[in-house]
């Protein structure tokens, strides 16, 4: 399976102001995702990761709050921008398993975000 | 619309005391399901992929079963390493989206 990394693993941010998550996987994938968790739910999907074109959101979800890049086929950042405490939530990324294997996903550690 | 709903919300279970997790799904045209294991403060671990009804995976002492409306996670005599919560997920429209129900939070105690 990949391995996945994320950075930030933790943060502390200040309402207003942005953060950028990176994703970084070991091997090339397909497919990448971007996952919220928040306190005491569970996960929902944001949007996917497209290599070299736009990330495509789900419902909720749009690209002026939560910009996506998606430069090669091993990582992807997330932004999270003008936070409020209501965006303080666990961020995941995910990938499939690459060739041969795009009908299983794994995950990253995660970003856990506090907005003060 | 899609959903998935898993029972019960938390389980407690004494060490060696087997036990059966349920998830079930209202989706049209199922494509698999999957099961994922969370430690607090971790990502999901992936654990299985069912693809059709009657399919069962195994992997230590937990078992996945299948069928055309739930799923069943079976933990064989848990060990207190057990404890977690317990993830499934449906892919809706694609393989990649994934539709999570709320999850099981299971204790082991010795």
């Known amino acids: 399976s990949a391995v996945i990394s994320q950075k930030p693993s933790r943060d502390i941010c200040q309402r207003g102001t942005s953060l950028t998550i990176q994703c970084q996987v070991d091997?090339?994938?397909?497919?990448m995702f971007w996952y919220r968790q928040q306190p005491g739910q569970s996960l929902t999907l944001i949007a996917t990761a497209n290599q070299g074109s736009e990330a495509t959101y789900e419902s909720g979800f749009v690209i002026d709050k939560f910009p996506i890049s998606r430069p090669n086929l091993t990582f992807s950042t997330l932004t999270v921008s003008n936070m409020s405490p209501e965006d303080s939530s666990i961020y995941l990324c995910?990938?499939?398993?690459?060739?041969?294997?795009?009908?299983?996903?794994?995950f990253g550690p995660g970003t856990r975000l506090t907005v003060l | 619309e899609d959903q998935v709903t898993q029972s019960p919300e938390a389980l407690r279970l004494q060490e060696g005391e087997s036990s059966s997790l349920n998830c079930s799904y209202t989706?049209?045209?199922?494509?698999?399901l999957f099961w994922y294991r969370q430690d607090p403060g971790k990502g999901p671990e992936f654990l299985f992929t069912l693809y059709s009804a009657g399919e069962e995976k195994e992997k230590e002492r937990l078992k996945a079963t299948l069928t055309k409306k739930e799923s069943f996670l079976h933990i064989t005599a848990p060990k207190p390493e057990d404890s977690a919560t317990y993830l499934c997920?449906?892919?809706?429209?694609?393989?990649?989206?994934?539709?999570f129900g709320a999850g099981t939070q299971v204790v082991v105690t010795p």
């Open positions: 995910s990938v499939d398993g690459g060739q041969g294997s795009t009908d299983t996903q794994y």
């Open positions: 989706v049209s045209g199922l494509r698999g």
């Open positions: 997920a449906v892919p809706t429209d694609s393989w990649g989206k994934l539709q």
């Open positions: 091997s090339q994938v397909t497919m």
